[in-house]
């Protein structure tokens, strides 16, 4: 089996791509798909992704938790905003999340014509690999980044994925495309230190200087969740893996 993995380097270039019968694994490591998984980690029942603030308004229902950010700050009138340490079990036991946030929800948006969205961060990165494989779709790994810039961060989390990918037995030949090279080599380079990396690319400045350190620490860390956000009818619900 040979599967073509390749890497989007941000939400405009993604509409120019056919994503018909792919995989489509959206990072958006800070924050949103980060603040995904460890919502569901936490026990959500599922997160619904919605582009703007009135969309979540609109599709907001007793018993909801209404979450997001604009500008990195909690929307006014929101529980929450886009601090993975928000969504502790109390708030998240099976509750359903509307969450809108300033990149990563349009991005899952821009997705949904793929067969299968998944939703990766280096929190989730192996078992996003092992369950890209299970599917034997090519895959399109896609950096959300920031205000359609461009993100470090999405492509080192990319470059995780695709090693991850690449170093399981059960995979056949994976070939992948330049972006896909850089994103590996990147990968290489950064292993063992993710954490200094991410401090130092645009979105982990901006993060820092608005006093969210936890959270930059937090996203950087590797393989703590083994569930993998799965878009089903427009809501992610967690695909966990067999123990
Ligand atoms: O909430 C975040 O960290 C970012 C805000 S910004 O793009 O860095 O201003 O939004 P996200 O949708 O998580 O990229």
Not at 62 to 90: M, Q
Request: hydrophobic fraction near 40%; aromatic fraction near 4%.
């Amino acid at each position: 089996m040979q599967l073509q993995v390749d890497v989007i380097a941000s939400i405009g270039e993604a509409r120019a791509v056919d994503l018909n019968q792919h995989t489509v694994i959206v990072i958006d490591v800070l924050r949103a798909t980060s603040t995904i998984i460890t919502a569901l980690a936490n026990g959500a029942a599922s997160v619904l992704p919605v582009e703007t603030v009135g969309q979540a308004r609109q599709q907001y229902a007793e018993g909801d938790v209404l979450g997001g950010e604009r500008f990195c700050k909690k929307i006014a009138g929101f529980d929450l905003g886009n601090s993975p340490h928000e969504y502790t079990s109390s708030w998240c036991l099976n509750k359903r999340i509307v969450l809108t946030t300033s990149n990563g929800t349009r991005a899952i948006q821009k997705a949904v014509r793929a067969e299968h969205v998944l939703a990766g961060a280096f929190l989730n990165a192996s078992a996003c690999a092992r369950l890209a494989l299970s599917l034997r779709r090519n895959v399109a790994l896609l950096c959300t980044g920031t205000q359609d810039a461009f993100a470090f961060e999405d492509a080192l989390c990319a470059g995780m994925i695709l090693h991850e990918m690449m170093s399981d037995h059960r995979a056949g030949t994976i070939v992948t495309n330049d972006l896909g090279m850089l994103a590996l080599s990147a990968y290489k380079q950064h292993k063992g230190h993710i954490h200094d990396a991410v401090r130092q690319c645009s979105s982990g400045k901006r993060l820092l200087k608005l006093g969210f350190s936890d959270d930059v620490e937090y996203c950087s860390l590797t393989n703590q969740v083994h569930l993998v956000p799965t878009l089903h009818e427009h809501l992610l619900i967690p695909h966990r893996e067999s123990s």
